[in-house]
């Protein structure tokens, strides 16, 4: 598992303390691996997920840094969301 992967798990544990997703989520990001997230936190994992954000580490480390909107990222073609866009919706609030 990379740096990358691991650092970006405590982040998004730290983001994700108390909330509830209602679903599972995953970040794919592209040369360094997946993220799990659901309403347990998030953890190191490549499984089935009601909604799947891809983007490479530099967008997802903006993301995760604050320095981009997920949302913004979606429009502008760096972040790709497959499956239940509500989900993803939420965790751009809770993310961003």
């Known amino acids: ?3 990358t992967i691991n650092e970006a798990v405590t ?11 209602g679903g599972t989520a995953k970040f794919d990001i592209e040369g360094e691996g997946a993220i ?4 347990n936190g998030a953890r190191a994992g490549d499984e089935e997920a009601d909604v799947t954000m891809t983007a490479d580490a530099d967008t997802f480390r903006q993301i995760l840094e ?9 429009m502008s073609g760096k972040l790709s ?3 239940d866009m509500g989900l993803a919706m939420k965790l751009a609030g809770v993310l961003g």
């Open 1 to 3: 598992m990379s740096d």
């Open 11 to 21: 982040a998004l544990n730290e983001k994700l303390a108390g909330e509830e997703i």
């Open 36 to 39: 799990m997230m659901d309403d």
């Open 66 to 74: 604050g320095e981009m909107n997920p949302t913004a990222a979606f």
């Open 81 to 83: 969301i497959d499956g």
